[in-house]
């Protein structure tokens, strides 16, 4: 039960932070973002780590550090560009 929750959660944060993205852009709201991505990936990485799973849990984990590393460097660049502070300053 507890591995779909994680689950839910990684898709519940991935939704939220392209919400963000969509309507404020990648600049805005940085540190959030990524800091939500990041405590969420480290939950399930965890969970990971001691649950039986399959191999399933594994894929989606390793999709999901690639989707938070590919936010992370797009959003770092957006904010280089934009010149704002990561907190839409």
Not at 27 to 44: D, K, Q, R, T
Not at 58 to 67: F, M, V
């Amino acid at each position: 039960m507890l591995i779909y929750v994680m689950l839910g959660l990684m898709l519940l944060s991935a939704g939220f932070v392209a919400y963000r993205l969509k309507r404020d852009g990648a600049e805005y709201h940085f540190v959030e973002n990524a800091g939500l991505m990041i405590v969420v990936l480290v939950a399930v990485s965890a969970l990971a780590g001691m649950a039986a799973a399959g191999d399933w849990l594994d894929y989606a984990r390793i999709a999901y550090a690639i989707l938070t590393v590919a936010y992370i460097a797009y959003a770092a660049y957006a904010k280089y560009r934009g010149g704002t502070d990561g907190y839409g300053q």
